[in-house]
């Protein structure tokens, strides 16, 4: 027998003599083969040889030298009543199990990771109002309904309808040229004024209709009758509510004017003056945030219960918050009482659904633009500016004026826990609603349609007044069941989620939006988890964007009133609730110290978020 047929056709055991070494794949081709299973065959190697021919002598024929290719022919696998060896044998011991989970777990972490924000979205706002449509008909549909057959129920919504479309028309026609002014010109100290002008907007508004009333009112600073008269009644609360949300617009416009693309803007001033450029085409392009600002405002306006409550103006919100807090408690009308609200949100969010269609065509790059010289109008739009901040200032300066020596010593007396308790609910829900609006914002600016889905229940959930969410989570929670929540703050954390949830992904989603999403798809590509890119890349790069949006939601929860005050636990009182029962019976100095103490809260965590945001800009 020829040496290369000897050599390929040695039987491995039983001889007694010494083999070639023929390498890895020669050692593992002396695996038994399974029998019926025939080997396709490799370019440039011949078919492997059958049994009898294995076992009489060379199947490549006398004189044949075998290829490099024949140790991969020789290659045999396990019989079936052998275990298999390699990695798949590895795989079948106790621990398969476990790793075939772990990698399913790992494949759907996008979905569960959603799957639990959706469900917290769900849970602080659909499930309200799901229950309080099921506790309309438990109650007896014919008696609740009956209510609103009431024609002072609605003059009551009539007011309240009128009120926030006042609201809205002043703010636009306020907002609208302070955001031109503070974005576009050349105005000196215009980012001061603006943050005066803005920095009412994180108050809760009641403090400015306190404030004002300790300046106008009958023994105010520069009270009289004249302006005590005329701070009152439904003027009273458009202008104070006007004076509270103008920021809303001026913010909004002023964003959307920074963001249009700058090519646009130059192409124009070729042929027309800066004032013209600005009236005529920026001013159109930023119709969609004019419009959003617009809705923001009225959603706002209708919600509003401190201020008129305060004014002694008679509003439709009041009258639910009576039918539950008050001496006519009648649970069964107040959930049909809030049918027309319900209505009402329903058409603000399809509006805002709208509105959202349409895009401002934006670079999100300010830097360097060209600002629109004043000229002659420089000291008038410098008095303009100067009297939006004193508009801003004139209403804390007078609660600082009322609280005195007096209103400091008492307050150790009269604050009692409410700080604590604020910056506790609003800290968790802050935090709740920033990694919230991690996942929603991502998937909002990644274009997922469940995350558009859910970032419309949020939305609805933020247009929707807040006396409406508050009967829902009342005739959710308050059942013997749930006392563990009810009974605790964790009833308020609920409640600023369902309300505020939409800042969150909102401004997340922006800012994910704004960046690139090569580096994630990179990751992707070279197989990290959704959870180490979310956790890895997302947060860190866009870290600003998070950070802003957890400091929104969290002086917005600080500052809530409306959403609270219908279900705060006893004894667990935030310090807006705190101020708005004390201010009708406690001592004007007290409150007055109380509402500058809120005024030191906000500013603080506003000037602290402005600080980190800062550092992190510079790193």
């Known amino acids: 027998m020829d040496v290369a047929c000897e050599r390929w056709s040695t039987p491995r055991h039983g001889t007694g003599q010494s083999r070639p070494r023929l390498g890895r794949h020669r050692r593992e081709s002396a695996r038994p083969r399974r029998p019926g299973r025939r080997r396709a065959e490799r370019p440039g190697c011949p078919r492997e040889p059958r049994r009898e021919q294995r076992a009489g002598g060379c199947a490549l024929g006398a004189g044949a030298a075998p290829t490099a290719h024949h140790a991969h022919a020789r290659r045999r696998r396990p019989a079936r009543d052998q275990p298999r060896g390699g990695r798949l044998g590895r795989n079948r011991g106790p621990h398969r199990g476990t790793s075939l989970v772990r990698a399913a777990l790992r494949r759907r972490q996008e979905p569960i990771a959603f799957a639990a924000a959706g469900s917290i979205v769900l849970v602080a706002t659909l499930l309200p109002l799901g229950v309080l449509a099921g506790e309309l008909v438990l109650a007896g549909w014919q008696r609740g309904v009956g209510s609103l057959g009431d024609p002072a129920a609605w003059a009551l919504l009539a007011a309240s309808l009128r009120i926030a479309t006042a609201v809205t028309a002043l703010a636009l026609l306020a907002g609208v040229p302070l955001a031109v002014l503070f974005a576009r010109t050349d105005l000196p100290a215009r980012r001061s004024a603006f943050v005066l002008h803005a920095f009412p907007l994180f108050l809760p508004p009641f403090l400015l209709a306190l404030g004002w009333f300790f300046l106008l009112g009958r023994q105010g600073l520069v ?87 305060f004014l002694r103006v008679p509003v439709y919100p009041a009258a639910v918050f009576a039918r539950l807090g008050g001496v006519a408690y009648a649970p069964g009308e107040a959930f049909a009482l809030v049918l027309p609200l319900v209505a009402v949100a329903l ?195 866009h870290a600003r964007g998070v950070v802003a949006a957890w400091l929104l939601a969290l002086v917005f929860c600080v500052r809530d009133l409306e959403t609270t005050v219908l279900f705060y636990p006893p004894g667990r009182e935030t310090l807006p609730v705190r101020i708005f029962t004390l201010e009708a019976n406690g001592p004007p100095a007290v409150v007055a110290a109380l509402a500058l103490i809120q005024v030191v809260v906000t500013a603080s965590i506003l000037l602290i978020g402005v600080v980190c945001l800062g550092r992190s800009r510079r790193r």
Request: aromatic share 4%; glycine share 12%; net charge positive.
């Open 223 to 309: 009270g009289s009758e004249t302006s005590a008269r005329l701070f009152s009644g439904v003027p009273a609360v458009v202008a104070v509510l006007a004076l509270a949300f103008t920021p809303v617009v001026t913010s909004l416009v002023a964003l959307a004017l920074d963001g249009v693309d700058r090519s646009l803007e130059e192409a124009a001033r070729v042929v027309a003056a800066p004032w013209r450029v600005t009236v005529g085409i920026l001013l159109p392009l930023v119709a969609p945030a004019v419009a959003l600002a617009a809705l923001v405002v009225f959603a706002l306006a209708l919600t509003e219960l401190g201020v008129p409550m």
């Open 347 to 541: 058409a603000v969010l399809a509006c805002e659904r709208l509105v959202a269609r349409r895009g401002v065509p934006t670079l999100g790059l300010a830097i360097g633009r060209p600002l629109v010289p004043l000229g002659r109008w420089r000291t008038a739009g410098a008095l303009v500016a100067g009297l939006a901040a004193a508009l801003a200032v004139a209403p804390i300066a007078a609660l600082a004026a009322r609280a005195g020596r007096e209103g400091w010593d008492a307050v150790p007396v009269w604050v009692g826990g409410s700080v604590g308790n604020s910056l506790l609910a609003a800290g968790a829900g802050a935090t709740i609603i920033a990694a919230v609006g991690v996942v929603l914002g991502r998937a909002i600016a990644r274009g997922r349609p469940w995350g558009a889905a859910l970032d419309a229940v949020a939305v609805l959930g933020f247009v929707t007044p807040a006396a409406v969410l508050g009967v829902g989570l009342i005739a959710v929670w308050n059942r013997p069941a749930t006392r563990a929540v009810y009974g605790t703050l964790a009833i308020v954390v609920l409640g600023y989620v369902a309300r505020y949830a939409a800042i969150g992904a909102r401004t997340i989603a922006v800012a994910i939006a704004q960046g690139s999403p090569h580096l994630e798809e990179a990751a992707q590509a070279v197989g990290g988890s959704y959870v180490r890119r979310l956790l890895g890349i997302v947060v860190p790069v």
